[in-house]
């Protein structure tokens, strides 16, 4: 587990994938000095991979500056972790209201998908709130749930498949985070949405219920799940993981534990909030699996248009500095969440 990003140690070895094409690369750009020594015009094809350095238990950063020299840009020659005809298994890690239906959505329309029980896995604690996706005739395996204990169910899945052989070489966890100020406001309407969707409730009623919610911390956990899967990839300055965000939207993390419950498996970290046209979404999602689009759902207005007034009511009640405290003494990560929001809304 990493301190911070500058103590993670640097990978020694790569994948012949990788090695192969910083190769291609290196050896392009040495073309290219003879080429423009020589006072020749000459353009790189859009063909040379981009693959970022790979560190323990760190981002990836595309910025770094042995990558710059080594790649065209994402556009030009996207890496997909998982290739359109590749056998994969993604796990959809994520707390309520934070775009876990949209991510489900995205993968189970862009790859096919066929629900099952998931039975054939066996049983166990985390089952039931695990939802079973077959995809792509079969190829690739779609696991989605809310809970922070999502490596239990994992650990029982890895077994049956291992003792089958049918266990995917390549795997995939996906965890997203979304404006704590918007995402328990939504939480809070989601478990009332039978009482409230039809707006016939009065708005000082629901902000009053609103606020005994704050006030026994029921939003407290709005970020557990993705911090739980973000320190299983080696992450403990959480707020440092949400500055890998600004720039892009999303970033990748690899897995520091060879024997961890995650072993094997990348994490794509995606900002659900971070632009209303979800490209940062879109980009992310074709890094991590080729062919996956975000699919979002319905807006909360369009569930519930005769609520609408009320449901904008209950966001700017806002939560008082003092239910954030309190939030914080039993979760201090909420507070490197919503200190990111707060510095992003200071920066606009």
């Given at each position: 587990m990493m301190?911070?990003?500058?103590?993670?140690?640097?990978?020694?070895?790569?994948?012949?994938?990788?090695?192969?094409?910083?190769?291609?690369?290196?050896?392009?750009?040495?073309?290219?000095?003879?080429?423009?020594?020589?006072?020749?015009?000459?353009?790189?094809?859009?063909?040379?991979?981009?693959?970022?350095?790979?560190?323990?238990?760190?981002l990836r950063d595309s910025r770094d500056l042995a990558d710059a020299a080594s790649a065209t840009s994402e556009e030009n020659a996207t890496e997909h972790r998982i290739g359109a005809d590749d056998a994969g298994i993604i796990w959809i890690v994520n707390q309520p209201k934070c775009g876990t239906g949209s991510l489900d959505t995205s993968f189970l329309k862009s790859l096919n998908c066929d629900v099952t029980d998931g039975s054939e896995y066996g049983s166990g604690h985390g089952f039931s709130e695990t939802r079973f996706l077959h995809c792509d005739d079969g190829k690739k395996m779609v696991f989605r749930t809310h809970s922070a204990?999502?490596?239990?169910?994992?650990?029982?899945?890895?077994?049956k498949?291992?003792?089958?052989?049918?266990?995917?070489?390549?795997?995939?966890?996906v965890t997203a985070v979304r404006d704590p100020l918007l995402s328990i406001p939504s939480l809070f309407f989601e478990k009332h949405r039978e009482q409230y969707c039809d707006g016939s409730q009065d708005k000082e009623e629901i902000l009053r219920t609103y606020d005994q919610?704050?006030?026994?911390?029921?939003?407290?956990k709005q970020v557990e799940t993705t911090v739980a899967m973000l320190r299983a990839f080696g992450v403990e300055d959480i707020l440092g993981a949400m500055e890998k965000l600004t720039e892009k939207g999303y970033a990748f993390f690899d897995e520091p534990e060879k024997d961890g419950p995650w072993a094997g498996c990348e994490l794509l970290f995606l900002q659900i909030d971070y632009e209303e046209s979800?490209?940062?979404?879109?980009?992310?999602?074709?890094?991590?699996?080729?062919?996956?689009?975000?699919?979002?759902?319905?807006?909360?207005?369009?569930?519930?248009?005769?609520?609408?007034?009320?449901?904008?009511?209950?966001?700017?009640?806002?939560?008082?500095?003092?239910?954030?405290?309190?939030?914080?003494?039993?979760?201090?990560?909420?507070?490197?969440?919503?200190?990111?929001?707060?510095?992003r809304r200071n920066r606009s």
């Open positions: 301190k911070n990003e500058d103590n993670a140690t640097v990978r020694q070895t790569m994948s012949p994938r990788r090695t192969k094409a910083r190769q291609t690369a290196a050896a392009r750009l040495t073309a290219a000095g003879c080429a423009l020594a020589a006072g020749a015009f000459f353009v790189l094809e859009n063909s040379a991979p981009s693959g970022p350095l790979v560190a323990m238990g760190r204990d999502a490596h239990l169910v994992k650990r029982v899945v890895d077994e498949m291992e003792a089958e052989g049918t266990k995917p070489e390549k795997c995939l966890a919610f704050l006030l026994h911390n029921r939003g407290a979800n490209d940062n979404i879109n980009n992310g999602l074709d890094h991590a699996v080729e062919g996956v689009k975000m699919r979002p759902l319905r807006s909360r207005e369009a569930l519930c248009p005769k609520a609408v007034d009320n449901y904008h009511a209950i966001i700017n009640h806002g939560i008082q500095d003092s239910h954030i405290d309190r939030f914080c003494l039993s979760n201090p990560e909420m507070c490197d969440v919503i200190n990111y929001y707060k510095n």
